[in-house]
């Protein structure tokens, strides 16, 4: 009867620990694939392939040079993608932020052109944080706001890789 009892007790620790790793290892590109049906940005998606960037939006655009990354701007749409070029990164190769100022985009109901007390209320409703002055996070999405008066001018939303948060460039 005792080894019974123990070893139901180690089946269920085991279980509960696959569990607890399954949602440590996911949650990011849970809650990525959460933000991303929740935008619309010319049919790009955060951690999308480079190559699937490039076919939609018809060509390289201008190339932007980075540390630890690099990007691409489409002035006619008024996008700027940025990508991970870290092998270790989960977004290795794969879009890791967005940043627009064409107000026929949106990010989770903000876009460029909205009052500022709209889009902090949108993500103060969303739980979003404010760790710095207009720099928003929510576990592994950041969202940057740029101000021109009381007005939202630009938009930047992220895929923050915590496995890289040590890393310099």
Sequence with gaps: MRRKITFGILISLLF???????????YPLMQTAKANRSMDIAGIRLLMPLD????????????????GGFGHEFKNEKIKVFFSNDPESRAYNRVSSIEIENPEHHVFDMKPGDSKD????????????????????????????????????????????????????
Excluded: H, P, Q
């Design 16 to 26: 509960i620990s696959i569990i607890i790793f399954v949602i440590y290892r996911y």
């Design 52 to 67: 699937e960037v490039l076919l939609k939006m018809g060509g390289e655009g201008e190339y932007i040079y980075g540390m």
């Design 118 to 169: 709209k889009a902090v209320s949108t993500l103060n409703k969303l739980n979003f944080e404010e760790k710095e002055s207009n720099y928003y996070e929510k576990g592994d999405l950041f969202i940057v706001l740029t101000f021109e008066k009381d007005t939202v001018k630009k938009i930047k939303i992220g895929f923050l890789d915590r496995l890289l948060k040590d890393r310099v460039y």
